[in-house]
């Protein structure tokens, strides 16, 4: 299935990426996909996917780092 959208947005990419709203870039906002049937793709200049990658989970992969350690500390 993600095949045949890569080759959908290959053949005609015009029709599926877009320009973000200046106003939804300012203020964060997630890109609203609700009731679509095709892909949509946004441009991201500024490289703002890194902000949602981790998706504020970066305190439980500090406490697994220390787990981790803490365990190996132990067993030695």
């Known amino acids: 299935m993600m095949q045949t959208y890569i080759e959908e947005v290959k ?14 870039r300012w203020l964060g906002f997630l890109p609203s996909i609700d009731g679509l049937e095709s892909p949509i793709l946004f ?10 990658f981790l998706c504020s989970l970066d305190f439980d992969f500090v ?5 981790v350690v803490s365990f190996i500390d132990i067993v030695a």
Not at 63 to 67: G, K, P, Y
Request: hydrophobic fraction near 35%.
């Open 11 to 24: 053949r005609s990419p015009n029709e599926y990426i877009r320009e973000r709203s200046a106003l939804s």
């Open 63 to 67: 406490m697994l780092d220390v787990l």
């Open 43 to 52: 441009k991201d200049k500024w490289m703002n996917f890194s902000n949602y």
